[in-house]
């Protein structure tokens, strides 16, 4: 199983993907490059798939022109 996730900070949104969502949360809370990009941040949405080749795809999906308006028409107030 591979997670698509969505990280909601002050600055900006970051997608990325993981086999270990605990894990790379707190990758991205102790760097100080995270920090920098997206400022303060906290988990906004996951997804699961089957294969990495899949959360590839909807992660590209997401950080897409379409995907952007995905995510702002489920998270108005974000």
Excluded: C, W
């Amino acid at each position: 199983m591979v997670i698509v996730y969505v990280l909601q900070g002050t600055k900006r949104r970051y997608v990325g993907i993981t086999n270990n969502l605990e894990r790379r949360l707190r990758e991205h809370a102790s760097s100080s490059h995270s920090e920098k990009l997206i400022g303060p941040h906290h988990p906004l949405y996951t997804e699961k798939t089957e294969s990495h080749a899949e959360a590839r795809v909807r992660e590209k999906f997401l950080k897409s022109g379409q995907g952007r308006d995905y995510l702002k028409q489920k998270f108005p107030d974000t």
